[in-house]
């Protein structure tokens, strides 16, 4: 059974830092597509992240420079480092999986599996 974890969310100030983890269980990582998205109240779903099976990671404009998205393979763990947090960050943040099909070109692939999600709240 496919199953994503996140967590790491939290409450911090512009210009701080936290770091997302998405532990993943019942399939092989290391071999997936994995992203991150995040939702914010009002807003359409928007990704993130995304890093494919040879560990190469893309990024939304809005966050490139800023996130970094990482996989422990060993931990079967997916994290976003996310640095110089905005308030408009602010948002529930979801790790997916990719498992069927290419996995080299992530960044616009469809995903099959989600997490609950974890909340970034970041203040001014």
């Known amino acids: 059974q496919v199953q994503l974890a996140e967590s790491g969310g939290g409450s911090v100030q512009a210009g701080g830092s936290l770091r997302l983890s998405c532990a993943a269980s019942?399939?092989?990582?290391?071999?997936?597509?994995m992203a991150w998205f995040r939702k914010a109240p009002g807003k359409e779903r928007e990704k993130v992240a995304t890093?494919?099976?040879?560990?190469?990671?893309m990024y939304a404009g809005s966050v490139e420079g800023r996130f970094t998205i990482s996989r422990d393979n060993a931990k079967a763990t997916l994290y976003l480092d996310m640095n110089s947090l905005k308030p408009e960050d602010t948002a529930m943040y979801y790790c997916a999986a990719k498992l069927t099909g290419t996995t080299s070109i992530c960044w616009g692939a469809n995903y099959d599996y989600w997490g609950q999600g974890t909340q970034v709240t970041v203040s001014s």
């Open positions: 890093i494919n099976r040879f560990n190469s990671g």
């Open positions: 019942g399939f092989s990582a290391s071999n997936a597509c």
